[in-house]
């Protein structure tokens, strides 16, 4: 079989295979510890194509240009990177929801739907406000899940982490009473 193809059990006609190849690449590297089945099975898919993509990945291989009417050369440049869909949000496209299709680019001229993501250029400001703003969407994540969900969790670990610390020391930030009081306020609603 061709490895710049992956065969789903969903109708051709609504899947963009290259797409699909990149979403198994992106939730394997963001869940390393998901047994191949899992993800086998989550995608529609088989355990021998999911490896595939895997050793795409190792080799380099995973977008696809050549033969993609839509590669700009332009996204070729070393700082820009490529931002897969994220899972949820191509399921919603693939089921045709207008407002997660709207949403997440289609119209934007940086979006490849051959390989299902949008390519961006990030400057140094860009970086910066997102750095800026990564304590704040946490804090929001802690406020809005309940302290079992994974996504507190995630938000936990999130506080405990090197990142977050060098983030507090540019912005001025004391980490350890930002933790600690997103922990004591989160938990007392218990």
């Given amino acids: 079989m061709n490895t710049n193809t992956i065969t789903t059990t ?11 190849a990149v979403q198994i690449a992106h939730y394997i590297n963001e869940k390393p510890e998901k047994p191949i089945k899992y993800v086998a099975r989550l995608f529609k898919t088989t355990s021998a194509e999911v ?32 931002h897969p869909n994220d899972h949820v949000v191509a399921s919603d496209m693939l089921k045709g929801e207008k407002e ?15 390989n299902g993501g949008v390519h961006v ?8 406000n997102v750095l800026a703003s990564l304590p704040y969407t946490v804090l929001g994540i802690m406020r809005d899940c309940k302290p079992s969900s994974e996504a507190y969790q995630e938000a936990v670990l999130f506080l405990d982490s090197d990142l977050f610390l060098a983030i507090c020391k540019k912005f001025g930030l004391d980490a350890e009473i930002i933790a600690k009081a997103a922990l004591e306020i989160t938990k007392a609603d218990m």
């Fill in 10 to 20: 969903t109708p051709a006609s609504k899947v963009p295979i290259q797409a699909t």
């Fill in 51 to 82: 490896r595939k993509v895997q050793d795409r990945v190792a080799q380099g291989k995973l977008l696809k240009k050549r033969g993609n009417p839509n590669w700009n050369t332009a996204w070729e440049h070393n700082d820009v990177i490529f």
């Fill in 100 to 114: 997660s299709s709207l949403g997440f680019g289609l119209l934007d001229p940086d979006y490849d739907p051959v």
């Fill in 121 to 128: 250029k990030w400057s140094e400001d860009d970086v910066e």
